[in-house]
T-cell receptor, first 111, second 112 residues
Framework: DAGVTQSPTHLIKTRGQQVTLRCSPK?????VSWYQQALGQGPQFIFQ???????QRGNFPDRFSGHQFPNYSSELNVNALLLGDSALYLC??????????FGPGTRLTVT | AQSVSQHNHHVILSEAASLELGCNYS??????LFWYVQYPGQHLQLLLK??????LVKGIKGFEAEFIKSKFSFNLRKPSVQWSDTAEYFC??????????FGDGTTLTVKP
C-alpha cells in the first residue's frame, strides 16, 4: 500500500517564477492538506481540499493556490515566488477529518 | 485561533532515561491532539492521537501521552528512551475540521 507521494523531491526556482508541486494521497483517502515547513519551525497549514474544493485556508496570500483532481491527487501552485517561500512543502492525506498521513515533502529553494 | 506551544526546543538524554516532552495548546473548544515524530531523513509519522475517551493514550514504540483538559496539555512520555528515539517531535492540535496547528517541535538527542 503506497503512502503519500510527492513530486518533485527538490526544486530550485528564481524569484518571480511560478512553481507547481504535486501530491498523490494514500490509497482510500479523499482529503489533501498542504503545509509549509520553514527551517526550525513546525508545519504551517496552507489549505485543504476535499471533493475538489478548497475547504479551509490558512494565513497564506492568494499567490498560493491549489487544485484537487477527481482521483484525489492535488497540486499546489505558488506564483511570483519570493525568497521567503523557500521551505519544505508537505502534503498530508486523510479520510476527511481523521488523522493525517504525511508525504516526504518537496524542498523548494528560491534564489 | 489555535496555537501550540512546545516548551523544550532541544532535549538531550542518555539511553534508559525517562522522557517527558511538554505540549500546551490554546483553544476553547473540543480538540483532537496528536504527536508526530520525524526521524532523521524520514517524513513525519504519527506517534499517537487523542480524539476522546481515556485521556491516557498509548502509541507506537512505547510512547504514551496524557491529555489534561484543565491544563490544556498533552505531554508525551516514554519510561526508557533508546538511541533510536533520536528525532524531532511535534505536537499538533486539530479542532475537528481538518486543519492542524503544529508546535515548533522538540529535538530529542539520545546518547548511547
Amino acid at each position: 500500500d503506497a503512502g503519500v507521494t510527492q513530486s518533485p523531491t527538490h526544486l530550485i526556482k528564481t524569484r518571480g517564477q511560478q512553481v507547481t508541486l504535486r501530491c498523490s494521497p494514500k490509497s482510500g483517502h479523499d482529503t489533501v492538506s498542504w503545509y509549509q515547513q520553514a527551517l526550525g519551525q513546525g508545519p504551517q497549514f496552507i489549505f485543504q481540499y476535499y471533493e475538489e474544493e478548497e475547504r479551509q485556508r490558512g494565513n497564506f496570500p492568494d499567490r498560493f493556490s491549489g487544485h484537487q483532481f477527481p482521483n484525489y491527487s492535488s497540486e499546489l501552485n505558488v506564483n511570483a515566488l519570493l525568497l521567503g517561500d523557500s521551505a519544505l512543502y508537505l502534503c498530508a492525506s486523510s479520510l476527511w477529518v481523521s488523522e493525517q498521513y504525511f508525504g516526504p515533502g518537496t524542498r523548494l529553494t528560491v534564489t | 485561533a489555535q496555537s501550540v506551544s512546545q516548551h523544550n526546543h532541544h532535549v538531550i538524554l542518555s539511553e534508559a532515561a525517562s522522557l517527558e516532552l511538554g505540549c500546551n495548546y490554546s483553544y476553547g473548544g473540543t480538540v483532537n491532539l496528536f504527536w508526530y515524530v520525524q526521524y532523521p531523513g524520514q517524513h513525519l509519522q504519527l506517534l499517537l492521537k487523542y480524539f476522546s475517551g481515556d485521556p491516557l493514550v498509548k502509541g507506537i514504540k512505547g510512547f504514551e501521552a496524557e491529555f489534561i483538559k484543565s491544563k490544556f496539555s498533552f505531554n508525551l512520555r516514554k519510561p526508557s528512551v533508546q538511541w533510536s528515539d533520536t528525532a524531532e517531535y511535534f505536537c499538533a492540535v486539530n479542532a475537528g475540521a481538518g486543519k492542524s496547528t503544529f508546535g515548533d517541535g522538540t529535538t530529542l538527542t539520545v546518547k548511547p
